[in-house]
Structure formats: structure tokens, C-alpha cells
């Protein structure tokens, strides 16, 4: 067995029926390059082959009452990949409007707990082309957040993916094993013991963090503080209902931005996204005078020895949505974001594992209450939404022999904080992925479709 973390299990106790913690992505395949053409019944058999290697996917949770520590993942020993595994047909005429309500109906049904936390949702008739004569075909996945962040969910999608359409699948990994209640309620129990002693080792790196932070406050070289953003429309509690729009777009563009300010990829990510909540919040007359923040995860796994499938951190960014100038936005955005990096880096990589592993279920349930409460009652968001970039791979990459032609990774939203803008590079080209509920924002696809005059916008500042 393997016990998941305090960062892992949050995500659980954080759940509930209006806020599912779940992350998917919708994964745009070309079946021409399938060897022997594609069928639903040889992408299932390859899949299942691939699942052997795979261990992650066959582990569901496992607890005991008696467990004083966090759940642990056990082997599914009744495992079956059609529990996971379905199919539908996208109703005409298939284009990316109907995809994408389907695909938010699917982001906003729980996954089961009592199987491994995933499925995999196989889409047919995307644009009217039948995928049986090398047509188009699109794979929603959903992976609980208690299983994977950015950097593991990459790792588990690049383990399904090969560089040659007819790569052979790796070899089968054994599984964690199992636990039987008195197992896990006894391991539980010393890892429950051990916790004083954990929080005596976390509180140096904890007092210094605080010192640091207390420093440059000072000097005003800190990153946006929570609870200084301004209230939107996106900044009230969800529902359990999910829309999904995206976007694409070339790599090379965003580059030449990169390039011609001598800024980073994600600061011109950063002012894209300003660009479109901007123009989004200006034409319906509630666009804040203060700039809007952002929180973006960071990866610490090259610097954590912590366990957990989540190794991240976070800062907050300010969007510096009230500079109406692109190029100057831009620029300010590099500059808030090379402050709020070094802020981030001076506080303790494993800070937020340390303290998520002392805190008991109850506490994550109790917390999240409270701050639903306070959202009926007008206080201000900890941040308006989250940005996050995922970088990829720049090679044609086959999923299970297909093409992969695009993805758009969706992350979770939560209470006060109801959109998500995820990005992820791709072989050449940039897909935006943009996740709310469609009762704070029902026309999410006036945002994805500004994402090309943003940059259209920043590419005429380069000339």
C-alpha cells in the first residue's frame, strides 16, 4: 500500500457535490495513423495494454475507521478497464461548441471512490468524420486531484504516448499490493505518532518563511498578498454544473512576443490572459480599478523529498488588468512575476506538504464551510482565478498510435474562486483550456475567442 499525502488527501476532504476535484483534459487524435485503422475495440485493447505498465491507473483508495492518518491506494484487484472506459457519439453537427458542452456535463459528474479514481470518455463523430476512415476522435480523461498534479498528470499522459504510432507497449509494473483495515489502521497509527516530531522539524522553515516574507513586505518585494483581489462575477460560490471553452494557438507567435520584450513564456501567457479577462470584464462595464490576482501552482518536485503525487507550491500574481496598454501590461506583468518567483522561492518548497500533513479531515471540511459562508456574505476572494502552464512536449507524439493534434488541460475551480485558465504547449502550438460553471459565466466562449486578438494585440506591439 501507499499512503497518500496531506497535500493528496486534501483534495478528498475538500470535495464535495458543488466543488468535484477532478482535472481532465480533452485530447484532439487523428486516427489515420492507427496501425491497422481504428476501432473502439482495438484502442481499448492497446489502452489496457498500456494500463499493465501503469500501476497508478489500477489503485483505488482504501481506509479504515480506525485509521488515525491519511487513506492509502491499494491494487483494484477487480479491475476492469470497461468500468473506466466509455463511448459516445458527439450530436451534430460535432463542432467545438457541442464537444465542449458535452465535455462540461462530464466535468461536472463526481468519479466513483470506490474504483481507481479516473475515466476516460472516448468522443466519435467530432466535425461529422467517422474516426473507423481515419477520421478525427477526442479522449476526455479525468483524474482525481488526489492522484496527480500538472507535472504527474504530464508524466501519466506522456507513459500512454509514443513518438512512433507503432511503438510497442512497455512492460507490465506490479501494483502497490493490498492492505487489509487492520494494515492500514496500525501503519496509520505510527504515522499519527510521529507527528509532533514532524511539526517540530517544519516550524524552522516556517518561522524563516514568515521573517523573509516580513522583510520584504518592507521593501515591497513581495508577491500580491491573498485577500487583495477585487470582486468579479467569477468570484462567488459554484454550482455543480461545468462549461468548458478553448482555444489554440502558435507557439512561434508567442515567442516572437517572448522575444522581442525579453520576458519569459509565461509572463506573455500571464498578459493573454490579462488581455481577455480585461476586454471580458470591460465590455460588460465591471472591470475592477485594481488588478486582478491570480494564483499560480508551482512544481517543487525537483526540490521536495517529500512523498505524494502533489509536489506543488503556489504565488500569487497580479494581472495588472487596469493598464490598458498591452505592451505595458506585459511589461509589468514580467516585472510583478520576477518579484512574486523570488517570493516564492524564499519560502520553503515543502511548507504547504508540511503543514497539510498535521491537519485532520474535519479541519479541510470545516474551513471550506466557513469561507463558503464568508463568500454569501461579500468578502473579498483569496484570488479571483487560478493560471496554470503546463509545458509539453514539441515533437508529434501518437496516443495509443494516434496523432495527438491538440490538448486542453481543465483544472478544478472552487468556491469564490470559479475559473480556471490552464495552458499547455504541444508540438508548435499553445492550447487554452478554460473551465467555470455556467451560472457565474454562461458565455465562456466570449473569453476563449479573444485569446487571438490578445495576442494579435502583442504581436502588433512588436512591429
Known sequence: MQRLSGLDASFLYLETATQPLHVCSILELDTSTMPGGYTFDRFRASLNERIKAMPQFREKLADSRFNLDHPVWVED??????????????????????????CGHIASLPLDRSRPLWEKWVIENID???????????????????????????????????????????????????ASSLEIAVSGALKFATRPLKLINALPGTVTSVVDTVRRARSGLTMATPFSAPQTVFNANVTAHRNIAFAELDLEDIKTVKNHFGVKVNDVVMALVSGVLRKFLDDRGALPEHSLVAM????VHEKSDRPG???????????????????????SISEANSVAKQHSSAIGATLLQDWTQFAAPAVFGAAMRVYAASRLSGARPVHN??????????????????????????????HGSGLNITVM???????????????LLPDLWDMADDFQAAL????????
Open 77 to 102: 484487484r477487480d479491475f476492469v478497464v470497461d468500468h473506466h472506459l466509455h463511448r459516445i457519439g458527439l450530436p451534430g453537427p460535432g463542432g467545438s461548441r457541442e464537444l465542449a458542452e458535452i
Open 385 to 414: 482565478l487560478v493560471i496554470s502552464n503546463v509545458p509539453g512536449p514539441q515533437v508529434p507524439l501518437y496516443y495509443l498510435g494516434c496523432e495527438a493534434k491538440a490538448m486542453y488541460p481543465l483544472g478544478p475551480i472552487f
Open 128 to 178: 461529422g468524420t467517422n474516426p473507423y476512415e481515419g477520421g478525427r476522435l477526442v479522449v476526455m480523461t479525468k483524474v482525481h486531484h488526489a492522484g496527480v498534479d500538472g507535472v504527474t498528470g504530464a508524466s501519466m499522459m506522456s507513459q500512454l504516448c509514443s513518438t512512433e504510432p507503432d511503438a510497442p507497449p512497455p512492460d507490465p509494473v506490479d501494483g502497490s499490493g493490498d
Open 456 to 463: 494579435d494585440e502583442l504581436l502588433a506591439a512588436t512591429r
Open 425 to 439: 504547449s504541444l508540438n508548435g502550438k499553445l492550447d487554452v483550456g478554460i473551465v467555470s460553471c455556467p451560472e
Open 309 to 331: 503525487r502533489n509536489q506543488v507550491s503556489g504565488m500569487f500574481s497580479r494581472l495588472e488588468t487596469h493598464i490598458k496598454d498591452p505592451a505595458e501590461r506585459l511589461k
Open 296 to 299: 499560480v501552482p508551482v512544481s
